[in-house]
């Protein structure tokens, strides 16, 4: 019983083993994978360091721009470090708070930056519907509240995963065929039932992020009928570009 209840609070290090059945390629899987988090590095460091230093920029579409450059670096430093050093260095261990630190900033750095195409979506609305009142709607003090309100509402829909995970006891295998940690992965080495764990880790993430999806898609669905409605084809090309630019964005996120 002494054994079972240590294993419970104090499980021994995980073993992270990589993709199943694809071990002997991961060296080559590595490369692109490599080429696409330099990428990432480049190209959000580059945005970051633009929108903080040019003035003209400090506007609420590129500070929803800028968070979203600065969830994606942590997205990216959550996972992949670990990854190459099993890509090409093979299976690697991880501590088991380790493991739930890194499961915890990777579904909520996915949350937020679900949150955060919506509130760019919001924002375009407003550009497009209303351009007269954009500054009056869109203020300082109501842009730190959709901040928050982004912050808070992740933080609260993955940290319960972390206390669904620690009162799990762990006594069977600890090694995880993944490159990383992730909810489900965590709760299917537990020797317990884990319903509740399926129920919460499909269930409550995937719908916010559908939700927010469709929240998105009307808001385009406003945007475009605002469009239609423009008397001049100027100012709908005007609306289209400025847009555009947005839905390129979300896409490649």
Known sequence: MATFNLSSFNPGPFILLGIPSLQQFHIWIGIPFFISYLVALVGNGVLLYLISMER????????????????????????????????????????FSGCLTQMFFHHYSFVMESAIQLAMAFDRYVAISSPLKYNIILTQQIISKIVMGII??????????????????????????????????????????????????????????????????????????????????????????????????????
């Open 56 to 95: 003209s920029l400090h506007e609420p579409m590129f500070f929803f721009l800028f968070m979203l450059a600065a969830t994606d670096l942590i997205l990216s430093n959550t996972c992949l470090p670990k990854t190459f050093s099993i890509f090409w260095l093979g299976p690697q261990e991880i501590t």
């Open 152 to 253: 808070i509402r992740s933080f609260c829909i993955i940290f319960p995963c972390v206390f669904l995970l620690k009162r799990l006891p762990f006594c069977q295998t600890y090694l995880i065929p993944h490159t990383y940690c992730e909810h489900i992965g965590i709760a299917r080495l537990a020797c317990a039932d884990i319903s509740i764990n399926i129920w919460y880790g499909f269930a409550v993430p995937i719908m916010t992020v559908i939700s927010d999806l469709i929240l998105t898609g009307i808001s385009y669905t406003l945007i475009l009928r605002a469009i239609f409605n423009f008397p001049s084809w100027e100012a709908r090309q005007k609306a289209v570009s400025t847009c555009g630019s947005h839905v390129c964005v979300i896409l490649i996120f």
